[in-house]
């Protein structure tokens, strides 16, 4: 997995492939379910899942957090990510009202299509404070980023 997400990630930008070296399969905290897809050429996509709160206004709420999304280069186009639709019962499983996940905006025209059917919102303008994965002394602990949230009801409408 890390050298999949080094591989995929280190294609935009080299430090988004760094917190993957060492065989590490995981940017923050560590998913508690992994989605998976393989192919005759090994991984061919991920997603990863971890229930936290995060707060919205002033109310704490439990969402599941999608990220470490990834497809292999040579699949991109073809339809992929509308296979990762597999993992809404497993959303439903978790107890969640919603699933949330946050993207550049560089993959704006990417992640547009998971809007399409309905599965998810896409929100922009809207501050999201985060903290930094590792302790860095001469950051601060957060940081409020500008991206593009995305929102599927899984519980809730």
């Given at each position: 997995l890390s050298d999949f997400f080094r591989k995929t990630y280190g294609r935009t930008n080299a430090s988004n492939a760094k917190p993957f070296e060492g065989?590490?399969?995981?940017?923050?905290?560590?998913?508690?379910?992994?989605?998976?897809?393989?192919d005759a050429h090994g991984i061919a996509a991920h997603i990863g899942i971890l229930r936290r709160f995060i707060k919205v206004g002033e109310v704490d709420l439990l969402v599941a957090e999608l990220g470490l999304y990834g497809v292999r280069p040579d699949l991109e186009g073809l339809g992929i990510s509308f296979s990762m639709r597999f993992v809404y019962p497993v959303l439903q499983q978790l107890g969640v009202p919603f699933a949330f996940g946050t993207v550049r905006h560089a993959l704006r025209n990417h992640v547009e299509r998971f809007c399409r059917g309905g599965l998810a919102t896409m929100l922009s303008g809207i501050p999201v404070r985060s903290t930094h994965p590792e302790v860095y002394p001469d950051l601060p602990p957060t940081r409020l980023e500008d991206v593009l949230v995305l929102v599927t009801p899984i519980g809730r409408p």
């Open positions: 065989g590490r399969s995981w940017a923050g905290a560590r998913p508690e379910v992994r989605a998976i897809g393989y």
